[in-house]
C-alpha cells in the first residue's frame, strides 16, 4: 500500500526577470535578465518534479516568460498586485480557487541549485503545521507553507525573523539547494558549488564569470 502524501501547490513568484536580480552587480546587464530567467526556470523545473507538488503556480507580470514556464508545465496567473507578499496572498487565493484540495506553499525563484529530494522532506516536514524555510544566511525566507485559511506571508527584510515571530515553525535540516537563493555574487558562487541546473549552467556559459568577480574581489575559495 501507497504511503499517504499531502499533495501541494507550489506558488513561485517571479518579478520580470527584466527588472529582477538587482543585486547581481558586476554582471553586464544581458546577462543578469539570462540568469535571473534561468534561476527561475531551474526552480520550477524542480518544483514540477518533486513528490507531493501536484501543482505548480507562477505568479508574474511577464506574461512572456509565463508562457516559456507554462510549457514546462506550471500554471500561471498574472501579478497584478502591489508587491511580493500581496501578489503571493493573490496568488493563493486564485490556487483555492482552482485546487481547494491542495496546500499551498510559497518558494522563491532565485534557487537555481534547488533539489527535488529537499523540496520534498521540506514539504513532509512542513506538513503539519505553518512552516518556513530560512535561506542560507538565515536572515532570509525561501519556502513557507500554510493552509488556505491561515496563508500570510511576511517575505521581505528579516523575513525569517517575521516567520517566526508569526507562529511559523522553522524547518530544521540541511536542505542545501533549497535554502540557498541568490541574491549577489557571492550566493551565486555558493549555488555553483552546490550545483545549478540547466538552465542556469547554460546561462553562466556566456557569463563572463571572472570578469564579474573581479569587480566583487577575489574568489571566496
Ligand atoms: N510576482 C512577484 N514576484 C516578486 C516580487 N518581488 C520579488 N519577487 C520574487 O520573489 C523572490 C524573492 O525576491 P528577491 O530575492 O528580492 O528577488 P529580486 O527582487 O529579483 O532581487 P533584487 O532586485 O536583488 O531585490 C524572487 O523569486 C523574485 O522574483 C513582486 O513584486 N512580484
Ligand atoms: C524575499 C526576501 O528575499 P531576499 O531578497 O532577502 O533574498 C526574503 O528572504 O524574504
Avoid at 23 to 46: C, I, K, M
Amino acid at each position: 500500500m501507497g504511503t499517504y502524501r499531502t499533495q501541494h501547490v507550489v506558488v513561485v513568484p517571479v518579478k520580470p526577470p527584466g527588472i529582477g536580480k538587482t543585486r547581481l552587480v558586476g554582471v553586464p546587464a544581458g546577462q543578469r535578465v539570462s540568469l535571473a530567467t534561468a534561476f527561475a526556470t531551474d526552480t520550477v523545473a524542480a518544483c514540477l518534479a518533486t513528490p507531493g507538488v501536484a501543482r505548480v503556480l507562477v505568479t508574474t507580470d511577464d506574461a512572456r516568460f509565463a508562457t516559456t514556464l507554462s510549457s514546462l508545465g506550471a500554471d500561471c496567473c498574472p501579478d497584478g498586485s502591489h508587491g511580493l507578499n500581496p501578489a503571493l496572498v493573490q496568488a493563493v487565493a486564485e490556487a483555492r480557487r482552482r485546487w481547494p484540495g491542495l496546500r499551498p506553499v510559497a518558494l522563491c525563484a532565485d534557487l537555481p541549485a534547488l533539489r527535488p529530494e529537499d523540496l520534498a522532506a521540506a514539504l513532509t516536514i512542513a506538513a503539519g503545521r505553518t512552516s518556513y524555510v530560512a535561506d542560507a544566511a538565515g536572515t532570509g525566507t525561501t519556502l513557507y507553507a500554510s493552509s488556505y485559511d491561515d496563508f500570510d506571508p511576511r517575505f521581505g527584510a528579516d523575513s525569517a525573523a517575521a516567520h517566526a515571530a508569526a507562529g511559523a515553525a522553522a524547518v530544521p535540516g540541511d536542505l542545501p539547494g533549497l535554502r540557498q537563493d541568490v541574491d549577489d555574487l557571492a550566493s551565486l558562487r555558493a549555488a555553483i558549488a552546490l550545483g545549478v541546473g540547466p538552465a542556469t549552467r547554460a546561462a553562466l556559459g556566456a557569463l563572463p564569470v571572472a570578469e564579474a568577480r573581479d569587480s566583487e574581489g577575489p574568489p571566496s575559495s
